[in-house]
């Protein structure tokens, strides 16, 4: 509902068409590739690929010249990591949910332009504290808080059991948490997880 209503404003813009829509994260990346839009406008938590591994994904067929798609994360996440990550992964535009619908046409003009679109508080923000986690870490946190043991995330990455211990050891120390259930939530609290 919420993405047919976005797509509905958008298209009130005389100069804005939207050529696609997707329900998940790896049904936006098929559509990307078939309809090679300029900017797709894409949420952070969605079932199949995050929105951040789909902005890595896009980012990465750009820089091999398959795409030119520019990526905009439009989300509900007011979290400063959230914002690094994005940027981290290629994204060029972070906005927030709560904003007008004149001022998103307004950033993906500004993206497609060849911009930055970015809320500028949480911009502010995003440079204070830095995320003290790896990749790694935070992927066998994020199992770890999804109930997952550690058997399971060991399997599912590949690795020793006593890695993935490591890893969410170092997590625990690195977020001054006692235990890896208070870790998740320290990072997701920040935007790092």
Do not use: C
Not at 21 to 31: F, I, K, S, V, W
Not at 42 to 50: L, V, Y
């Amino acid at each position: 509902m919420v993405r047919g209503a976005l797509a509905a404003l958008l298209e009130f813009e005389g100069d804005i068409e939207v050529v696609a829509q997707a329900a998940d994260g790896d049904e936006a990346l098929a559509l990307v590739k078939e309809h090679r839009p300029d900017v797709l406008v894409t949420d952070i938590e969605m079932p199949g690929s995050t929105g951040l591994e789909l902005a890595a994904e896009v980012t990465e067929l750009r820089h091999r010249g398959e795409l030119t798609t520019k990526v905009v994360i439009l989300t509900t996440f007011a979290r400063a990591g959230y914002l690094r990550r994005a940027l981290d992964a290629g994204a060029t535009g972070y906005l927030l949910k709560d904003a007008p619908a004149s001022q998103l046409a307004d950033a993906l003009r500004r993206v497609h332009a060849g911009g930055r679109a970015v809320d500028p508080e949480l911009a502010v923000e995003a440079w204070g504290e830095e995320d003290p986690l790896t990749d790694r870490e935070r992927r066998v946190l994020r199992m770890a808080a999804e109930g997952q043991t550690t058997a399971a995330i060991a399997t599912a990455l590949g690795l020793s059991e006593g890695t993935v211990r490591n890893y969410l050891s170092e997590a625990i120390g690195k977020l001054g948490a006692s235990n890896r259930v208070e870790a998740a939530r320290i990072a997701r609290d920040k935007g790092w997880l």
